[in-house]
C-alpha cells in the first residue's frame, strides 16, 4: 500500500494546519455524538466556524462510515496524537478540496473501490463553497 509514502509521518494534532486539526476534531465530535444519540451539529458548528459547512461535514462522516472498509479509527478528542484514519481523511479532503482527483485516487486506490471514492471525493469536494 502506498499510505506509507502518501502521508507524512505520524502527526500532532497541535503540530498541524489548522484546518486539518478542525477535520479531525470535528469527525471526533461526529463520532463520539452520533454513538451517544446526540446531534453533533451545535459542536461541528463551533469548531468549523459555520453551520453549513457543519452540515456538510455530516453528510461527509457518512459517506466516510458507509464506505470506509473496516471501523474508522479515531482518538479521543483529547488526545493530541493522530491517528491513520484521521490523517488519510484530512488528506483527501484537502485534495477533494483543491480538485486534486488524481492525487485523491492515488492515495485512497488500494483501500477504497472506484465507487466509494467518487462519493467521498464528492462529498469532500463541495465541504466548503469558496476553494482553498
Avoid at 453549513?52 to 482518538?75: H, N
Avoid at 473501490?113 to 462519493?119: F, L, S, V, W
Wanted: with cysteine; hydrophobic share 45%.
Amino acid at each position: 500500500m502506498l499510505t506509507h509514502q502518501l502521508l507524512p509521518a505520524p502527526q500532532r494534532l497541535p503540530d498541524m494546519h489548522s484546518r486539518d486539526a478542525r477535520h479531525i476534531l470535528s469527525a471526533r465530535s461526529w463520532c463520539i455524538l452520533r454513538r451517544a444519540g446526540h446531534d453533533p451539529l451545535p459542536r461541528l458548528t463551533s469548531v468549523l466556524q459555520s453551520d453549513m459547512v457543519a452540515k456538510r461535514f455530516g453528510l461527509l462522516m457518512e459517506v466516510v462510515t458507509v464506505v470506509w472498509p473496516e471501523p474508522f479509527a479515531l482518538f479521543p478528542p483529547c488526545c493530541a496524537a493522530v491517528s491513520v484514519d484521521e490523517s488519510l481523511l484530512a488528506r483527501a479532503v484537502e485534495l477533494a478540496a483543491g480538485n486534486a482527483r488524481p492525487q485523491f485516487d492515488e492515495l485512497l486506490r488500494d483501500m477504497l473501490p472506484e465507487d466509494a471514492r467518487n462519493m467521498l471525493f464528492i462529498r469532500a469536494r463541495h465541504l466548503y463553497p469558496v476553494r482553498y
